[in-house]
Every structure is written in structure tokens, then in C-alpha cells.
């Protein structure tokens, strides 16, 4: 082995931390440049707020907007009460044997199941089986069921955040185990809680492959009325003007991907903003 | 002279490991006892059992019985005994609101307090009786965990009180104490025998001869000696006790 003096060998490991840090910076910039630069211009009101026309080649992508928008709604308002009483129940309630330490290890392996999965469970489950069809509902369910995992394993890290101590104080002064969780852990979790669940919004918005079998179409002509309606989809409209459509402008397709990128974005950014607020005003 | 606690046989486990053997004890209405003993003796474990706190631990292990007022705290619901045993910990644990709402939190949690108008009174009395009032009451709006850890342990003190308890049951309280700070819970503990009774674990010995009608030895999880204080102190039937008040121990 070749021995490096300690001055070379520490220049060495720095270029080459340097250089990964570059390299996976370099085509998350290349990718925003691009659809900034093909897309910025195709952004307008107009855009934003009307149907699309011609065959998607004008016009513009409201009710994929909506779309996404109400599906995303729908599935976060099922999985988070369930999501947080399940991570409730898991942390606060049962005792840690074997079987609880199976079902705790079995949810953060659900994590990982790929998302095409989960939208062929939905098709099956929802679309078919309970007879739901393609609709804002069934799409809402498989998201929500994807989500699921996530948002458990987020809560009950931010139940487990709030000192043991606390649920101490409170139990020995006569209070119940629901009071002191209702009114001690979860009050001091709930910044962990939204913080993950704000994430998890931002991650479900852009899935597509959930959603593709059990609420998206290629064309609705008429904004969404109820969530038992097929709707158009953000990012399932950019994969349709992207290779579905022949002459289909460059400009609609980087408009359509720089919308959802936006929306992503500012969605995480918000819980980086939540985040930094809740680390300010916490109150140990 | 009446026992408000009675404990016979009691032994307590973890994980099989025993570190109680058979104990009994009892505790006279409107006394100070004071514990003392060496690491590791036994104390926490008994004054978690007397209020149930180690009934969360799945570990624990018990048998015996323990009475309160000829009731068998092991039959009683668990919310109902800790209103009538409170317990102060070692490190004192502010909870993570305001001065005020920390003092009427299991009052109104509890469903003691029913009208609004009643909570300034219980926060003022509470303060008082905690020897508090006089440095607080200009700031009951302030976080409990910006106070200093003298301050802290008396909040937590007059917490207890808020729920008026029978029996307060106090873990090494002092023990992250200055000598001002351990003065003035010490006074606030003799002022409030005359409504409680109190059981003291310390490993202060000093603290023990201060305030203690009685005091109790305790090693490797059985009880040495028990006696008056002043009895205990002067003339100690055991060897073993009078080589631990005598700093000669081990
Ligand atoms: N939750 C627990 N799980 C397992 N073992 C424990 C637990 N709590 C205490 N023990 C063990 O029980 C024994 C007695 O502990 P205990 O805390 O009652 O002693 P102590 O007299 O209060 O000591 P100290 O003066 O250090 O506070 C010790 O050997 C300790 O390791
Ligand atoms: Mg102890």
C-alpha cells in the first residue's frame, strides 16, 4: 500500500467529498434549468385556469390541477387520523413483545413496496372489488394506503421525541394515560407530526403510477363535481403531453412539469419554514 | 398515633432480579419519614410501588400488600391512589407550559376545579403553601422551563398540592440542589406535615436527622432499622446503620 503524507491524504478525501456532493447536485440543477428555461413562458393565468384545447396542444391544465388537488386532499384526510391514532396505539399502548415488534418492523417495510404495487392493489381492491371505479375515491384510498406507512412512522417519531419524563409528571398526579397523551404528548408532537405530514403531501402529489389505474384519464371535459369522478391528473397529464400526443408544443409540456415541480416544491418548502418555526418556539 | 400506610411482606423484582425481600413498614399519619440508605438499597423501587408508578414498567414484579387507610392500594383504580399519592422525583419535571397552567393542569384535568373564577385561587395557594408565591407571582405567565432548578422543584411541589393529596412521597428531591435552594424545600416539607404526610428518601443524611420524625434504613432491599430520629441517630441498635450515619460505610 502506498502511504500518503497526512497533508495529501486529507486533500484527497476532500476533493473526492467534494466531488460527490457536485455530482449529485449538478443534474438536480440541470433538470430545474431546463424546466425553467423551456417552461417559464408557457406559465400564464391563462394557462393556469383554463381547460385544455385542441387536443391539449393549447389551452390550459385547471382541471388536472383540480384533480390532483382533490385527490391529494381526500387521501391525506384518510391517513393521517388513521395514520396517527395507528402510531398512537403502536407507541403509547402496547407493550413491546414479539408480536407488536413484527407488526412495528412489518409497517416500515411497507415503505418500501414500490408505488406501481400499491396501484395495481387499488385497482383491484378499490376499482373493482368495492365497485368504486376509476374516481377521485379509489385513487384517494391506494395513495392513502401507500402513505400509510409513512406518515405511522413519522408520527410515532414524533410521539417518541417527547421526553418519557413528561408522560411521568402527568401520570403521577392522578391523570389518565388517554388525558396525558391528549393533552401532554400529542400537543408536543403535533410539530413532528405536521412536519411529516406536509412531506408526505409533497411526496404523494407528484406519484403517479397509484393513481394511473384508479382515478386518472386522459381527457375529462368538464372540471371535477364529486370523488366518485375520473379525473385528469397533474403528473399524469405531463407523462400524456409528453409522449401521447403527436406536435404537441414544447412549451405545454416543460409549462405542465414546471407547475408540478412548483407545487412540490413550495410544498416542501413549507415544511422546512414549519420546521424552523416549531425548533424556535419548542418548548424544551 | 394512626398508620396511614401499611406495607406487609413486600417484595419487589425486575426481570427476576429481587430488590425488595419482604418488607414491612408502615407510615404514621402527619409524620416526615425519612429513608436512607446506599445506592441501589431499594428506596425508589419502594416509593414507586406505594403510588403505583413502577405498574408501567412491564419488568416489575411484586407481591405483598400495601395499605392505605386499611384500603388495598392494589385494588384501587390507579388515577384515584396517584390523586392520593403524589410523587416528586428526583429531577424536578416541570411540564411544558406556563407556571400558571402547570399548577392547574391535573386539577382541571382531574375535574377539580369547575368554575374559571376558582384557578387563581388553587394557583396562589398552591404557591404559597410551595413557599413560591413571593418569586413567581409577577411572572405566572412565563415558561415553567425557564425557571431555575430550585425554583422548578418547588413548582413541581405545589403542583402536588393543587391536587390535595393525602400522602406526598418525595425521591431524593434536593439532590440537584444548592444548599439555599435544599433549605427552603426542607422548610416548605416541615410546614406541610401538619397537612400531609410524608415520606422522604434521601441520601443526605444530614437531610434525614433535619426533618425526619422517623427515619428508616434500608439496605440491599431490607429494612435494617426504623426508628424515631433522634433515636436512630444517637444510639443505633444495628451495627450496620450506625457504620452508614457515620460516613463509615462500605
Ligand atoms: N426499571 C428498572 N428496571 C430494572 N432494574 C431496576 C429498575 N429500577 C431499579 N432497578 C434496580 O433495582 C435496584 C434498586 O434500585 P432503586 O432505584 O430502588 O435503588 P435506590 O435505593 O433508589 O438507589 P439510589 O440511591 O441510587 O437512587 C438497583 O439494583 C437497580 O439497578
Ligand atoms: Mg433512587
Given at each position: 500500500m502506498i502511504k500518503l503524507s497526512p497533508k495529501l491524504s486529507q486533500k484527497l478525501s476532500y476533493s473526492i467529498l467534494f466531488l460527490a456532493t457536485i455530482l449529485a447536485i449538478v443534474p438536480v440543477v440541470v433538470i430545474i434549468f431546463t424546466i425553467i428555461k423551456n417552461g417559464a413562458s408557457a406559465i400564464t393565468w391563462d394557462f393556469l385556469t383554463s381547460m385544455p384545447k385542441d387536443g391539449m396542444r393549447t389551452g390550459g391544465i385547471l382541471p388536472a390541477v383540480l384533480g390532483t388537488f382533490s385527490i391529494v386532499t381526500c387521501a391525506i384526510s384518510i391517513t393521517l387520523p388513521i395514520g396517527v391514532f395507528a402510531a398512537i396505539y403502536l407507541n403509547e399502548y402496547t407493550r413491546n413483545n414479539l408480536l407488536t415488534r413484527i407488526i412495528k418492523l412489518a409497517i416500515v417495510n411497507l415503505a418500501g413496496v414500490p408505488s406501481v404495487v400499491y396501484g395495481l392493489f387499488g385497482l383491484g381492491i378499490f376499482v373493482m372489488f368495492l365497485k368504486l371505479g376509476v374516481s377521485v375515491i379509489a385513487g384517494a384510498l391506494t395513495l392513502s394506503i401507500m402513505e400509510l406507512p409513512v406518515i405511522i412512522t413519522t408520527a410515532r417519531g414524533a410521539l417518541n421525541s417527547v421526553p418519557y419524563s413528561f408522560r411521568e409528571a402527568s401520570l403521577s398526579l392522578g391523570v389518565s394515560r388517554w388525558q396525558t397523551i391528549r393533552h401532554i404528548v400529542l400537543p408536543n408532537a403535533l410539530p413532528g407530526i405536521l412536519t411529516g405530514t406536509i412531506l408526505s403531501i409533497a411526496r404523494i402529489s407528484g406519484e403517479t403510477a397509484p393513481i394511473l389505474f384508479t382515478a386518472s384519464v386522459f381527457y375529462v371535459p368538464h372540471l371535477p363535481h364529486s370523488i366518485f369522478d375520473q379525473v385528469m391528473t397533474l403528473p399524469y397529464h405531463l407523462y400524456i403531453v409528453s409522449t401521447q400526443i403527436p406536435n404537441m408544443p414544447k412549451k405545454i409540456i416543460f409549462g405542465t412539469a414546471l407547475v408540478l415541480l412548483i407545487m412540490v416544491l413550495t410544498i416542501s418548502f413549507m415544511a422546512i419554514i414549519a420546521r424552523i418555526y416549531f425548533r424556535k418556539h419548542r418548548k424544551w | 398515633m394512626v398508620d396511614k400506610i401499611k406495607v406487609e411482606n413486600l417484595s419487589c423484582c425486575y426481570n427476576k432480579k429481587c430488590v425488595l425481600d419482604s418488607l414491612n413498614i408502615n407510615v404514621i399519619q402527619n409524620e416526615i419519614l425519612s429513608i436512607i440508605g446506599p445506592a441501589n438499597s431499594g428506596k425508589t423501587t419502594f416509593l414507586r410501588t406505594l403510588n403505583r408508578m413502577n405498574d408501567l414498567d412491564v419488568t416489575y414484579l411484586r407481591k405483598g400488600e400495601v395499605y392505605l387507610d386499611n384500603d388495598n392500594i392494589f385494588n384501587m383504580n390507579m388515577e384515584n391512589l396517584r390523586k392520593r399519592v403524589g410523587m416528586l422525583f428526583a429531577m424536578p419535571i416541570p411540564l411544558p407550559m406556563s407556571i400558571y397552567e402547570n399548577i392547574i393542569y391535573a386539577p382541571k384535568r382531574l375535574g377539580l376545579i369547575l368554575k374559571k373564577s376558582e384557578q387563581d385561587a388553587i394557583v396562589e395557594q398552591a404557591l404559597r403553601d410551595a413557599s413560591l408565591w413571593n418569586e413567581v407571582k409577577d411572572r405566572l405567565?412565563?415558561?415553567?422551563?425557564?425557571?431555575?432548578g430550585g425554583q422548578q422543584q418547588r413548582l413541581c411541589i405545589a403542583r402536588i398540592l393543587a391536587i390535595n393529596p393525602e400522602v406526598i412521597l418525595f425521591d431524593e428531591p434536593c439532590s440537584g440542589l444548592d444548599p439555599i435552594s435544599t433549605a427552603k424545600v426542607e422548610e416548605s416539607m416541615i410546614e406541610l406535615k401538619q397537612k400531609y404526610t410524608i415520606v422522604l428518601v434521601t441520601n443526605n443524611v444530614k437531610q434525614a436527622s433535619r426533618v425526619g420524625d422517623r427515619t428508616a434504613f434500608f439496605l440491599m432491599g431490607n429494612l435494617i432499622e426504623i426508628d424515631k430520629t433522634d433515636k436512630l441517630f444517637i444510639s443505633p441498635k444495628e451495627r450496620q446503620t450506625e457504620d452508614y450515619i457515620t460516613g463509615r460505610f462500605g
Open positions: - | 405567565d412565563s415558561s415553567a422551563m425557564k425557571m431555575s
